[in-house]
């Protein structure tokens, strides 16, 4: 075995033992390469979003001299080409609707209407081609035609395309540098997959009120598929855990009453599905859940990795500890305001906090913004690894 | 023209059930667990590439 393989191993056996809650030798620090990155390589936001093989060299420019374990990925979330292909209304992507170096932007649009719940319950994945697809798609907008039927070839090809390079580039980077990738799948909660992409915010919020069984009886029919796509990716390897961004669920955006009846039970049985697979939900809980954190508590024993954002961690750790590994603790506004003496400062208070014993992974608390300071991330991880050990 | 289709409200991972394909193949020679097994394959990569679509 090669000194990077047994690192790979180290790292992994480190992560595992966190996730099932145990006490590993040290914290397990996880990273990823955000936006921030491109004021520090003279590239523009757009190249780093159009350019994969760009994108993936910074990255691997990067990773030599970082001591981290969990690899959440690289500066761009989304391959702008394939949208392009598409003609997909859902995004303006750097350059291409927006500015070379800002930002992407989500469109949001009631691209379902409340008359198409019931096409939609009744099969939704048939409702997503028939419907969906052409009312996202200007490419698509005549189904069957030499232009739509063209943009479908380049999308699926697009999409094979992105996930044979990124497949690559991860082997390679677990190769050269024995870092272990952060969860493969991606789910959401059934109330977010109907509230962001399919009704937006304003439709689903009056859903809530003019047609409220509606809106149960499209999660219900979701959720079957969600812990479906929680499972797909690099054959559904069930070490890992799948990542699920939710949205909708933190507090303020709905009543505790709202909350309770619309969004939690489908993301329970969600959870809940695939954990019957043996698939953990890396529980992405962006913003303050704070308010939920006892009803969380109902979830099987490890059947989470609780993300950490703006949910009152002491709660969190008193409430969840023990039972479900906790990640976090960062506040992604220290790391683009605060300085590394202020980072080393919060994170050894972190760590003897939350990490004391065992089942904690220190990370962000959410996704690092574009105007990070790159000192303050790797101060981060110095940090980590300075007082992370057990 | 896809609306007046009857729905095959297939499951989580498959677009087109195998079975459905099967019944219009008719006459199978040869041996069915090979088409079938890269036929489920395919069909869980569009399957995905639909649902990409709307996890956003």
């Known amino acids: ?390 | 023209m896809a609306d007046k289709e009857k729905l095959l409200n297939p499951d989580p991972g498959v677009c087109v059930p195998w079975e459905v394909k099967l019944e219009e193949i008719g006459e199978f020679p040869g041996n069915e667990a090979i088409v079938k097994k890269e036929w489920e394959k395919l069909d869980d990569f569009a399957y995905n590439f639909i649902w990409f679509w709307a996890q956003r």
């Open chain 1, 1 to 390: 075995m090669s000194e990077k393989q047994m690192l790979y191993q180290k790292r992994l056996e480190r992560y595992i033992t966190a996730m099932d809650c145990g006490k590993p030798d040290m914290v397990p620090v996880a990273f990823g390469v955000g936006e921030w990155i491109a004021k520090y390589t003279g590239t523009t936001l757009q190249e780093i979003y159009y350019d994969l093989d760009k994108s993936n060299s910074i990255v691997s420019e990067m990773l030599p001299g970082l001591d981290f374990d969990i690899f959440k990925g690289g500066p761009s979330l989304w391959w702008p080409p394939m949208f392009d292909a598409m003609g997909s209304k859902l995004y303006k992507f750097p350059g291409i609707g927006v500015e070379e170096n800002s930002t992407f932007q989500f469109n949001e649009q009631e691209y379902m209407k409340p008359e198409d719940y019931d096409e939609f319950i009744a099969s939704p994945t048939e409702w997503l081609v028939n419907h969906y697809l052409p009312n996202i798609s200007t490419e698509l907008e005549n189904p069957g035609s030499y232009r739509s039927t063209v943009a479908l070839i380049k999308g699926a090809a697009a999409f094979a395309m992105q996930g044979g390079i990124m497949a690559q580039a991860y082997g390679k980077w677990t190769m050269d540098h024995g870092i272990v990738g952060q969860g493969t799948g991606f789910t959401k909660a059934p109330f977010d997959t109907l509230g962001d992409a399919l009704r937006g915010m304003k439709g689903v919020l009056l859903d809530l009120r003019r047609r409220p069984e509606k809106v149960l009886a499209a999660c219900e029919a979701i959720t079957p598929h969600n812990v479906n796509c929680g499972l797909a990716g690099a054959g559904a390897d069930t070490r890992f855990p799948c990542f699920a961004p939710l949205h909708r669920g933190a507090y303020p955006f709905l009543n505790p009453n709202q909350w309770n009846n619309f969004y939690w039970p489908s993301l329970k049985a969600t959870i809940e599905g695939l954990w019957a697979r043996g698939k953990r939900m890396l529980f992405y809980a962006e913003g303050d859940w704070t308010p939920y954190l006892d009803k969380i508590a109902e979830l099987p024993d490890k059947s989470i990795i609780f993300q950490i954002d703006t949910t009152d961690a002491k709660k969190a750790k008193e409430i969840l500890g023990g039972r479900f590994c906790l990640q976090g603790g960062v506040p992604t506004t220290l790391l683009t305001y605060g300085t590394p003496a202020k980072i080393k400062e919060h994170i050894k208070r972190t760590i003897d906090e939350l990490a004391c014993d065992g089942g904690f992974i220190l990370d962000a608390g959410g996704v690092v913004m574009g105007d990070a300071k790159q000192e303050n991330v790797i101060a981060m991880i110095e940090a980590a690894r300075e007082y992370g050990v057990y």
